[in-house]
């Protein structure tokens, strides 16, 4: 993994540099922001049974649907548009430290965007600090879910941008994975409450990949270990489908 830096540095430095991630990170703050001030608008006109930050995090998933497809879907894809991926295999470097630095750059920056968005519960604080609306322990929790299901979702997009030759291909299909395990999982759940009984292996098992009540769970204070199986697990799983991609695909 001796180039494995040299290639996170240079994942890194593209980010920077592509227009896509300007435009993506500009859509999440703005997308982030009205919806930090709809929760306070909402908590403001009638009472409600969490705190806004809790309210806050647990519609974080919104804005993933664009952001993820934005971050990675040039990742691969391009570089075997333009015929770069051969050239790139022939030397010293192999797809493990590709698709690695590809994932940990497009992690980082996915964080470091997150981590922005504490902006808007720190000014509400700084301005009302004597009321009940900023609570610092499900802030806590929520973001640590937002690290650990980026697990997931940025592995996601790698496999998408791996799979296709095109940065529009590899978007769609990126944001078709998302939505299909974020909302897609939902109504599987909904389906299931109905149609299964409580004791079902299916219903159990659907009800454990369910990520809304995953990030519910860690603003409330209640870590579990499961989500961390499951997100490392299924990271793992896609970076390594990513991988044999990259080395079979033509």
């Known amino acids: 993994m001796k180039h494995f830096f040299t290639l996170l540095k240079n994942e890194l430095r593209s980010l920077l540099l592509s227009p896509a991630t300007y435009l993506a990170s500009f859509f999440f703050l703005i997308v982030m922001g009205f919806l930090y001030q709809f929760v306070l608008e909402s908590y403001n006109r009638h009472p409600q049974e ?92 929520g973001y640590t879910f937002i690290c650990l299901s980026g697990w997931l979702f940025i592995s996601i997009g790698i496999f998408a941008s791996a799979m296709a030759r095109s940065q529009l291909v590899a978007g769609i299909f990126c944001f078709s994975l998302l939505f ?46 499961r989500p961390f199986f499951f997100y490392g697990s299924g990271s793992l799983l896609m970076l390594s489908l990513a991988v044999l991609a990259v080395d079979h695909k033509p």
């Open 50 to 141: 969490l705190l806004p930050s809790n309210i806050f995090l647990n519609a974080f998933f919104i804005p993933v649907f664009f952001l993820v497809p934005l971050l990675t879907m040039r990742s691969i894809a391009e570089e075997r548009r333009l015929g770069l991926m051969d050239s790139l295999l022939a030397t010293p470097i192999n797809s493990i430290e590709l698709v690695g630095s590809k994932f940990f750059a497009a992690y980082l920056f996915y964080i470091v965007l997150y981590l922005l968005t504490l902006a808007y519960p720190a000014i509400t604080y700084y301005y009302f600090p004597d009321q009940r609306i900023v609570d610092w322990a499900s802030l806590t929790g």
């Open 180 to 225: 299909g395990l974020i909302a897609g999982g939902k109504y599987l759940n909904d389906l299931a409450i109905v149609h299964l009984d409580d004791f079902s292996t299916l219903r159990a098992f659907i009800q454990y990949v369910q990520i809304y009540h995953h990030v519910e769970d860690f603003t409330r204070g209640v870590l579990d270990t």
